[in-house]
Protein backbone atom coordinates (compact mmCIF):
# COMPACT_ATOMS: atom_id res chain seq x y z
CA UNK A 1 0.00 0.00 0.00
CA UNK A 2 1.43 3.34 -1.15
CA UNK A 3 0.13 6.95 0.91
CA UNK A 4 0.68 9.87 -0.64
CA UNK A 5 0.67 13.33 0.99
CA UNK A 6 0.73 16.58 -0.04
CA UNK A 7 2.02 20.29 0.73
CA UNK A 8 2.42 23.36 -0.38
CA UNK A 9 -0.69 24.83 -1.40
CA UNK A 10 -2.09 28.33 -0.42
CA UNK A 11 -3.66 31.67 -1.10
CA UNK A 12 -1.24 33.89 -3.89
CA UNK A 13 -1.70 36.84 -5.73
CA UNK A 14 -2.26 36.88 -9.13
CA UNK A 15 1.64 36.71 -10.90
CA UNK A 16 3.06 34.88 -7.41
CA UNK A 17 4.39 31.22 -7.31
CA UNK A 18 3.63 28.16 -5.23
CA UNK A 19 5.40 24.46 -5.25
CA UNK A 20 3.19 21.87 -4.49
CA UNK A 21 5.03 18.81 -3.33
CA UNK A 22 3.79 14.91 -3.07
CA UNK A 23 5.63 12.44 -0.82
CA UNK A 24 4.68 8.68 -1.40
CA UNK A 25 5.11 6.45 1.54
CA UNK A 26 4.94 2.44 1.27
CA UNK A 27 6.30 0.51 -1.74
CA UNK A 28 6.19 1.68 -5.02
CA UNK A 29 7.60 -0.66 -7.36
CA UNK A 30 4.65 -0.74 -9.34
CA UNK A 31 4.39 2.69 -10.00
CA UNK A 32 5.54 3.60 -13.40
CA UNK A 33 4.22 7.41 -13.74
CA UNK A 34 3.00 10.21 -11.08
CA UNK A 35 1.08 13.11 -11.62
CA UNK A 36 -0.72 16.02 -10.57
CA UNK A 37 -4.66 16.55 -11.42
CA UNK A 38 -6.95 19.52 -9.74
CA UNK A 39 -10.30 20.60 -9.61
CA UNK A 40 -12.25 23.63 -10.00
CA UNK A 41 -16.24 24.07 -8.06
CA UNK A 42 -18.25 22.78 -10.97
CA UNK A 43 -16.07 21.76 -13.26
CA UNK A 44 -13.98 17.74 -13.61
CA UNK A 45 -10.44 17.13 -12.37
CA UNK A 46 -8.21 17.59 -14.83
CA UNK A 47 -4.74 16.20 -15.50
CA UNK A 48 -2.42 19.27 -14.84
CA UNK A 49 1.04 17.40 -15.59
CA UNK A 50 2.15 14.45 -15.52
CA UNK A 51 5.84 12.63 -15.53
CA UNK A 52 7.07 9.02 -16.69
CA UNK A 53 9.28 6.71 -14.54
CA UNK A 54 11.41 7.65 -17.75
CA UNK A 55 11.65 10.90 -16.77
CA UNK A 56 9.22 12.16 -19.65
CA UNK A 57 6.81 14.79 -19.26
CA UNK A 58 3.29 16.12 -20.32
CA UNK A 59 1.10 19.81 -19.43
CA UNK A 60 -1.93 21.18 -19.95
CA UNK A 61 -1.72 23.53 -22.93
CA UNK A 62 -2.84 26.20 -20.45
CA UNK A 63 -0.14 25.62 -18.22
CA UNK A 64 2.87 24.88 -20.38
CA UNK A 65 6.11 27.50 -19.99
CA UNK A 66 4.01 27.85 -16.12
CA UNK A 67 4.38 24.95 -14.41
CA UNK A 68 7.05 22.61 -13.87
CA UNK A 69 6.81 19.31 -12.73
CA UNK A 70 9.65 16.97 -11.31
CA UNK A 71 10.90 14.33 -9.41
CA UNK A 72 12.99 13.28 -6.62
CA UNK A 73 12.86 9.51 -6.16
CA UNK A 74 15.22 9.54 -3.60
CA UNK A 75 12.50 11.15 -1.62
CA UNK A 76 9.96 8.97 -3.24
CA UNK A 77 8.52 12.95 -3.97
CA UNK A 78 7.31 14.98 -6.92
CA UNK A 79 6.95 18.18 -7.39
CA UNK A 80 4.59 21.05 -9.25
CA UNK A 81 6.25 24.37 -9.43
CA UNK A 82 3.69 26.65 -10.11
CA UNK A 83 4.84 30.69 -11.54
CA UNK A 84 3.00 33.67 -13.10
CA UNK A 85 -0.18 31.75 -11.38
CA UNK A 86 -3.51 33.24 -12.57
CA UNK A 87 -7.15 33.08 -10.67
CA UNK A 88 -8.19 30.31 -13.15
CA UNK A 89 -5.58 28.23 -11.22
CA UNK A 90 -7.27 28.41 -8.02
CA UNK A 91 -8.17 24.57 -7.46
CA UNK A 92 -8.01 21.70 -5.21
CA UNK A 93 -5.14 19.79 -6.39
CA UNK A 94 -4.62 16.31 -6.35
CA UNK A 95 -1.36 14.25 -7.10
CA UNK A 96 -1.71 10.57 -8.63
CA UNK A 97 0.76 7.78 -8.57
CA UNK A 98 -0.36 5.05 -11.26
CA UNK A 99 1.36 2.16 -12.42
CA UNK A 100 0.73 -1.55 -13.29
CA UNK A 101 -1.77 -3.88 -12.65
CA UNK A 102 -4.38 -1.18 -12.63
CA UNK A 103 -3.15 0.31 -9.54
CA UNK A 104 -3.04 3.87 -8.73
CA UNK A 105 -2.79 6.11 -5.52
CA UNK A 106 -3.83 9.74 -4.99
CA UNK A 107 -3.01 12.12 -2.44
CA UNK A 108 -5.63 13.98 0.03
CA UNK A 109 -5.76 17.26 -1.96
CA UNK A 110 -4.31 20.29 -1.53
CA UNK A 111 -6.24 23.57 -2.15
CA UNK A 112 -4.59 26.72 -3.85
CA UNK A 113 -6.46 29.87 -4.61
CA UNK A 114 -5.17 32.69 -6.93
CA UNK A 115 -6.61 36.39 -6.17
CA UNK A 116 -6.81 38.96 -9.01
Known amino acids: QVQLVESGGGLVQAGGSLRLSCAAS????????MGWYRQAPGKQRELVAS???????NYLDSVKGRFTISRDMARNTIYLQMNSLKPEDTAAYYC??????????WGQGTQVTVSS
Open 96 to 105: RWWGTRLVEY
Open 26 to 33: GSISSINA
Open 51 to 57: ISSGGNT
